[in-house]
């Protein structure tokens, strides 16, 4: 069993920066890939981005790529999510998720409760 806690969500303005952080439970967190998705109200959860267990290989939404950043620290039991030049249809509910490898949104096995992302125009 895997508990997700996100945090770092908040209101931005267009063109700003945040950082999400999530805080998974358990000795064995280097084993599971991690990642983040969001979710408009009124549409399905989509994928943002995903990173493996070591932290080798990351993966990203196009809608994204070259604005935010996955990382992870296995030390820490911590993932991170650094989203640069914020656009307003980044506005969404994040969540980070864990599953034993990396999948389609279907696959992730564990949810956190997510953290709103708001950016203003």
């Known amino acids: 069993q895997v508990q997700l806690v996100e945090s770092g969500g908040g209101l931005v303005q267009a063109g700003g920066s945040l950082r999400l952080s999530c805080a998974a439970s358990?000795?064995?967190?280097?084993?599971?890939?991690m990642g983040w998705f969001r979710q408009v109200p009124g549409k399905e959860r989509e994928f943002v981005a995903d990173i493996s267990g070591s932290g080798g290989r990351t993966y990203y939404a196009d809608s994204v790529k070259g604005r935010f950043t996955i990382s992870r620290d296995n030390a820490k039991n911590t993932v991170y999510l650094q989203m640069n030049s914020l656009k307003p249809e980044d506005t969404a509910v994040y969540y980070c998720a864990a599953n034993r490898f990396i999948g389609s949104i279907k696959d992730y096995q564990y949810w956190g409760q997510g953290t709103q992302v708001t950016v203003s125009s």
């Open positions: 358990g000795r064995t967190f280097s084993s599971y890939a």
